[in-house]
């Protein structure tokens, strides 16, 4: 049984853990109701004006345009690819199946500068008629390299804890391949699809680097507050625009560890690495 002393010091630790990651973003939210445009500490006065200036801001609402289209564009992919991945590599016994396996995990650990540099040196150089010009569609399969593995994790680990012998069931009383896909197989995944859906929809809609290297003309909005941050005229629309994305990156990523949570054993396979 773990001591009084004991529990206090894991409760402190717990606590200098979430002020070490959370302090800054909370910094960063009150700088977005700063009557003032400069970033001084401490504030002197509170504002919700700049709210209305990032609303009526073209520049952001465009982006936030193409960041939601390359988010739901590269999720859909994910969705596809990372499913079909899984049940190939968890239903099938083949040569080379765990060398597939590393290989689809392995882009979320690769550094996002290499991933970047590699497809926009493929974009570039694909011959007549097969050259791409960058935009919308290289951001959404930029995006979709890194986002096929959170799909892939939960979907595997949950055919893993599901048993085969449902299915082989299903086809031993007739159903095709599709029918026992549907009334068997795809209810015991719904909700691990959708929480890697929206853990790959949250981890596209805030990627940086990547997208640098892929977006051509076009602004996502994380790339237009980088472009924007060094404008003090426009910091106070920055601020409000980083706590939006803040939240928009979390709903789904809260919603997926409740689905996480409340199924049986469900268990969302996390973002590997950082970008």
């Given at each position: 049984m773990t001591s009084r002393a004991g529990t206090w010091l894991l409760r402190g630790l717990t606590s200098l853990t979430l002020a070490f990651v959370y302090l800054p973003l909370l910094v960063i939210s009150l700088y977005a109701f700063n009557e003032r445009r400069s970033l001084v500490w401490p504030i002197e006065g509170l504002t919700t004006r700049w709210f209305g200036r990032a609303i009526d801001n073209p520049g952001v609402r465009d982006a936030l345009l193409v960041s939601l289209k390359a988010a739901l564009g590269a999720t859909a992919i994910a969705l596809l690819l990372g499913s079909l991945a899984a049940l190939a590599v968890a239903r099938h016994r083949f040569f080379g199946r765990d060398a597939i396996s590393f290989l689809v995990i392995l882009p979320i650990a690769l550094p996002g500068i290499v991933t970047g540099m590699a497809l926009n040196a493929t974009f570039r150089n694909l011959p007549e008629p097969f050259g791409?010009?960058?935009g919308l569609f290289t951001i959404v399969v930029g995006h979709a390299t890194f986002c096929i593995v959170v799909v892939y994790n939960n979907v595997v680990a949950r055919l893993r804890r599901t048993q085969a012998s449902l299915e082989e069931a299903s086809a031993d009383l007739g159903a095709d391949a599709w029918q026992t896909f549907r009334y068997v197989t795809f209810p015991q995944l719904k909700t691990a699809l959708l929480a890697g859906g929206l853990l790959a929809f949250a981890l596209s809609f805030d990627e940086v680097i990547v997208t640098?290297?892929?977006?051509?003309?076009?602004?996502?909005?994380?790339?237009?507050?980088?472009?924007n941050l060094s404008r003090p005229n426009q910091l106070p629309i920055v601020n409000v625009v980083a706590v939006f994305v803040?939240?928009?990156?979390m709903i789904p990523v809260w919603v997926a560890s409740r689905l996480s949570?409340?199924?049986?054993?469900?268990g969302?396979?996390?973002?590997?690495?950082?970008?």
């Open positions: 791409v010009e960058l640098t290297f892929t977006a051509g003309p076009d602004q996502t909005l994380p790339i237009w507050i980088l472009n803040i939240l928009l990156s949570s409340e199924s049986a054993g469900g969302v396979a996390g973002r590997a690495g950082g970008r």
